[in-house]
């Protein structure tokens, strides 16, 4: 068996996931890679000497038989989520609010949950909660989202709470624009509607916050960085964007 540390990263078949992989596999951690994109996560996994375990978080079911399947867990990468819809909350699609929830908030807690006693188990382990700028600044159209960010920031700072005199970390990034599938995902596959969101400026990409990550991960066993805020130049609150002409 590997005696090197294992990383499990959630939503790993695209975007900061897979980034995220491939930037901790470099690191020197063996990488578990979950997703529902059985083909797409096999591709990274492939890329970064990995493993893909199909998951979905929003299922019990297929949280448990994952988690059956990680063996050893010194570090858990909490990056599956997502954004659904730009609704007023007059006009809320409760069913995506719902959505949005269950993957963002719930999903958060059932991979932590069936990963902790491995983390613990470690002696020395991780949590890394991928966050969003919109868990500190809500905006119009954004109340769905909004509400389930500060939902899982709430949950990452009780964790850490709760975890105190335990041999296990945890860490919040939150991050600004990055140009992933992102905003594709949250106008349903709307190439002109997504491309928008970055024209004029220069957003941060899916290996930023890799590098991030992956930083956090390697600091000393005594060193907790409780929470980062990352966000491109160009941008300085929610919706406070430099356009160029």
Not at 27 to 41: E, I, K, N, S, Y
């Amino acid at each position: 068996m590997s005696t090197r540390p294992v990383a499990v990263v959630t939503g790993a078949s695209s975007g900061i996931g897979a980034a995220a992989a491939k930037a901790l596999a470099k690191a020197g951690f063996d990488v578990v890679l979950g997703a529902r994109r059985a083909d797409r996560l096999a591709e990274v996994a492939a890329e970064c000497g990995g493993r893909a375990i199909a998951l979905d978080v929003t299922d019990e079911a297929s949280v448990a038989a994952f988690a059956e399947q990680v063996e050893r867990c010194d570090l858990l990468v909490n990056n599956a989520g997502g954004a659904l819809g730009l609704e007023s909350i007059a006009t809320a699609d409760l069913e995506l609010w719902q959505r949005m929830y269950d993957v963002n908030v719930l999903g958060t807690i059932r991979v932590t949950k069936a990963l902790l006693p491995k983390l613990v188990e470690s002696g020395d382990g991780q949590v890394v909660v991928i966050g969003s700028i919109a868990a500190h600044q809500p905006y119009p159209g954004g109340g769905g989202y909004n509400a389930a960010k500060h939902a899982e920031a709430a949950v990452t700072r009780v964790l850490r709470l709760e975890l105190l005199g335990q041999p296990v970390r945890v860490c919040e990034i939150d991050p600004g624009m990055v140009e992933t599938e992102f905003s594709l995902v949250r106008f349903e596959g709307d190439q002109e509607r997504a491309d928008a969101v970055y024209a004029g400026m220069t957003p941060l990409t899916a290996d930023d916050i890799a590098e991030t990550i992956a930083w956090v991960a390697t600091r000393p066993a005594h060193v907790n960085v409780d929470q980062i805020t990352i966000m491109p130049r160009d941008q300085t609150g929610a919706q406070q964007v430099h356009r160029r002409q």
